[in-house]
């Protein structure tokens, strides 16, 4: 299907949307063979509930949000805890690259909207993963210039706020139902586009287009 609007802006989450999200794998790395095989899983599922709640409350850094995330979880799971794990996981997350795919998407939609990010990573962390993409934004919006994390729906007013847009200007692209498409539907955001990577159930009665490739984005945006 293709939107019939012509949005001023495609915004984008960047984290396991257009950059591999891999904080699971720093995790099991930095945790090493403290994290018994038979409860990771169930551990990092924890970790990513308790990242979400961690961003509900007042803004702290993004370490913060790792370190609290893992505290409580090593806590909980009753792991063993050391006092650099937290800022190991946060150093690797620079690090990470785009999915297949996503640069030459996003240089094809560049072409004809402009590319907006909205994104929980901080200042420093943004500026070299939005580097990784290897694309032209117009935008880019980070929790820290924020002060609040999405899911918080002021992450969504902020935005249509710096844009100078309504709600009906613009096309959200998100993997993440919990962080972005919930609350950008509250905010009466309409064009919205799951793209699904696997990691979150599809929730289809918000209302949105659900692509499996970056390919087909371009393709609903009609560019």
């Known amino acids: 299907m293709q939107f019939d609007i012509e949005p001023r802006f495609v915004t984008f989450d960047m984290n396991g949307t257009?950059?591999?999200?891999?904080?699971?794998?720093?995790?099991?790395?930095?945790?090493?063979?403290?994290l018994p095989d038979?409860?990771?899983?169930?551990?990092?599922?924890?970790?990513?509930?308790?990242r979400v709640d961690e961003c509900l409350g007042e803004y702290q850094s993004f370490l913060d949000v790792v370190g609290s995330s893992l505290a409580r979880a090593t806590h909980r799971f009753g792991i063993e805890a050391h006092e650099g794990d937290a800022k190991a996981v946060y150093d690797?997350?620079?690090?990470?690259g785009p999915y297949p795919g996503v640069t030459d998407a996003l240089n094809r939609l560049a072409a004809s909207y402009p590319l907006v990010i909205v994104t929980n990573s901080d200042n420093a962390h943004a500026a070299q993963l939005v580097d990784n993409l290897r694309a032209p934004f117009d935008t880019v919006i980070t929790a820290e210039e924020m002060g609040v994390y999405k899911p918080r729906l002021r992450a969504f007013e902020y935005m249509l706020e710096r844009l100078g847009a309504a709600p009906h200007e613009v096309v959200h692209v998100s993997a993440s139902p919990t962080y972005d498409l919930r609350p950008a539907?509250?905010?009466?955001?309409?064009?919205?586009?799951?793209?699904?990577?696997?990691?979150?159930?599809d929730e289809n009665w918000l209302g949105y287009e659900r692509i499996t490739d970056i390919a087909d984005l371009p393709v609903v945006l009609g560019a």
């Open 18 to 34: 257009l950059i591999r999200f891999r904080i699971n794998d720093a995790i099991r790395a930095t945790l090493g063979s403290r």
């Open 38 to 50: 038979e409860v990771a899983d169930d551990f990092l599922r924890a970790c990513k509930v308790y």
């Open 92 to 96: 690797q997350i620079p690090t990470w």
């Open 185 to 201: 539907a509250a905010m009466g955001i309409t064009h919205k586009v799951y793209m699904d990577r696997g990691f979150e159930h």
